[in-house]
């Protein structure tokens, strides 16, 4: 949602309520209109507000195909590098990865993290398209000191598709600026949001 389109429905809000106000506040026009200006504005934000952090997450708006698809949360999967290693000419084992979202109504920020590395979204997006609902992304990715001689700080991106209603499983591809590419599945979610790939772990070991 761009903010364009978010000014749009405050001002909406604003107008209904405000309408509704004249309606059903006798007196000098003038009047009411001093007494409604201040209620209106705070009453539309808060309306605004509601929907931005929670509203939009209910069981009712998420039929629609307007509304973002909850993807929030913690997610533990896999990630599965393409990337053959010269010296053994083969590829590494995958590795198990957790992808941190955090969303509104109106945003979404992604973190993956594994044992090596954190990966940041710059930008990213929840979209309804003809083949479906995908998580959209760019991001850079900060490997731990002690990896950066074998993997350096890099960009990326990545899509993936958005199974399940509510959502279940989470599957796609990434890229790299290193010429690198590989695909990533969660299938796991929790609704607490980590902040640290320990700290991730710990959910699931805490639902087993």
């Known amino acids: 949602m761009t903010s364009r389109a978010r000014t749009q429905i405050v001002v909406t809000i604003a107008l209904l309520i ?21 209620v209106v504005v705070l009453t539309a934000l808060a ?6 952090r929670f509203g939009w997450k209910w069981k009712a708006a998420q ?3 307007q ?42 920020g992604v973190a993956l993290m594994t044992d090596e590395s ?6 990213a997006k929840v ?7 995908h998580l959209d992304y760019m991001y850079l990715n900060e490997p731990k000191s002690k990896f950066r001689s074998n993997s350096p700080i890099h960009h990326g991106s990545s899509s993936m598709a958005i199974s399940g209603g509510p959502a279940n499983m989470l599957s796609g591809h990434y890229w790299t600026d290193r010429d690198t590419r590989g695909e990533l599945t969660f299938n796991l ?3 607490s949001q980590a902040d640290t790939y320990e700290g991730a772990l710990s959910l699931f070991a805490e639902a087993d």
Not at 19 to 32: E, F, H, K, Q, T
Not at 47 to 52: A, Q, T
Not at 118 to 123: E, M, V
Not at 127 to 132: K, N, R, V
């Open 67 to 108: 509304v973002p698809r909850d993807i929030s949360g913690t997610w533990l999967g896999e990630l599965n590098s393409f990337w053959i290693d010269p010296s053994t000419g083969s590829t590494r084992a995958p590795k198990t990865a957790v992808l941190v979202v955090r969303q509104t109504a109106s945003s979404v």
């Open 118 to 123: 954190l990966s940041r979204s710059s930008l």
């Open 189 to 191: 979610r929790s609704l």
């Open 18 to 38: 405000f309408c509704a106000g004249i309606v059903l506040v006798r007196g000098n026009p003038i009047d009411v209109i001093i007494r409604l200006y201040s």
């Open 127 to 133: 979209s309804l398209g003809a083949d479906g609902v």
């Open 63 to 65: 039929r629609f195909s």
């Open 47 to 52: 309306v605004f507000w509601i929907w931005e």
